[in-house]
């Protein structure tokens, strides 16, 4: 019993480094590792703020609606300063290119 208590605390100490390590956040009482948050992507947030604003979907949630390069998350993600500018603008004119605008909004998914 002694070796499985000591196993068990080893095994506890290894899920937890492995957790912390992945930028999760590890729960000592349950012993369970809750995942870090993807990151934001400044490209998919200028595309879908920008089809929030032009082409709102009744009945569905875009969740990047009433997102800004200067606003969180955006702005922790650096979508306002050097290449996180670029990718967010890209998006944001991404939107106006003749094909998704003629996709009839198979694009939506990706903003949800």
Known sequence: TDNAAAEAVAAAAAGSAACTQAGG????????????????????????????????????????????????????AGCNVAAGIEDWEEGRFSFYTPTNLEAGYRWYGMCQ
């Open 25 to 76: 956040t590890w729960d000592a009482g349950t012993s369970t590792c809750t995942p870090a948050a993807a990151p934001y992507n400044c490209f998919i947030g200028g595309f879908c703020s920008q089809a929030a604003l032009i082409s709102p979907q009744p009945g569905s949630t875009n969740l990047y609606d009433g997102h800004t390069q200067t606003t969180e998350p955006a702005l922790g």
